[in-house]
């Protein structure tokens, strides 16, 4: 990549973290994911050669999210425990950089089953989010909205309940929250569904009439939600379109289904 880095008499080399989002995000528009890997992992050792702790630390964060995405848990936690272990090294325990991290790394010990695990670190990063009058909202309502997905796995709905609601105030302040709330309203109807089934609601342990109109009634408002003339349609939206339509085709909106791939299939040949 033609990078050379100059080193400041700490012998300290910083990768350029900007630079690398930025080619980060081309990689995800076009939805290479061996591209995005190849370029993390190649800047990872740049940022491991220049002793750059914090440029390690970011791209260890982006790589448990890619690991995550592709459904590789060991390595995703691989690299969600190094980078635990650069928060405490460089003292940012108590920032909203850890708290980043610690919502980083539980939502990938969700995706893996982890969920205990994942909860204490949800709990850590809310503390700090909480804490701090910088936060932004965009980190705070993924962080509600990731939390509440562990609860339901653990079966505590009342808290899963609590923080959708949470995710959805907060979403609601963000410049085109709209794509956020939308992913928010189908975790609702799945929690609705998943504690039917929990409390042995309705005819043989399905949901019963009162919950199906719940969960219709989730899936409608995110269909409208995704809909929003005002959100760009750009990777991200496609991104979120194919997050949402296995959700939709599992409730048995089979056109919405239908209808959000192909929206993210085009955005992504646009690309």
Not at 188 to 213: I, N, Q, S, T
Request: aromatic fraction near 8%; proline fraction near 3%; charged fraction near 30%.
């Amino acid at each position: 990549m033609g990078y050379r880095p100059a080193y400041p008499s700490d012998g300290i080399a910083p990768i350029p973290q900007q630079r690398v989002v930025d080619k980060l995000d081309e990689y995800m528009s076009r939805r290479d994911y061996a591209g995005a890997e190849r370029h993390l992992l190649y800047w990872l050792e740049e940022a491991r050669a220049g002793r750059d702790a914090r440029g390690e630390l970011m791209l260890r964060n982006e790589l448990v999210g890619h690991f995550r995405k592709t459904g590789d848990g060991e390595r995703a936690m691989e690299h969600g425990r190094r980078a635990l272990e650069l928060v405490d090294e460089l003292g940012f325990g108590e920032t909203i950089s850890a708290g980043t991290t610690y919502t980083n790394v539980a939502t990938a010990c969700n995706a893996f089953g982890h969920n205990e695990t994942a909860l204490e670190l949800f709990r850590k990063a809310t503390r700090l989010y909480e804490g701090a009058a910088n936060t932004d909202a965009r980190l705070l309502g993924g962080l509600y909205n990731n939390m509440a997905l562990t609860c339901v796995a653990l079966g505590r709905f009342d808290e899963a309940d609590d923080l959708y609601q949470r995710a959805l105030h907060t979403m609601s302040r963000v410049e085109h929250g709209a794509l956020e709330q939308a992913i928010t309203y189908l975790n609702m109807a799945d929690a609705l569904e998943a504690r039917a089934k929990a409390e042995g609601g309705g005819h043989g342990g399905g949901p019963g009439a009162d919950v199906e109109r719940g969960i219709q009634r989730c899936l409608d408002t995110a269909l409208e939600l995704l809909d929003d003339p005002t959100v760009p349609h750009d990777g991200y939206y496609a991104f979120v379109c194919e997050k949402c339509a296995p959700s939709f085709a599992y409730h048995g909106y089979f056109l919405a289904d239908d209808d959000l791939r192909a929206r993210a299939k085009e955005i992504y040949e646009r690309a």
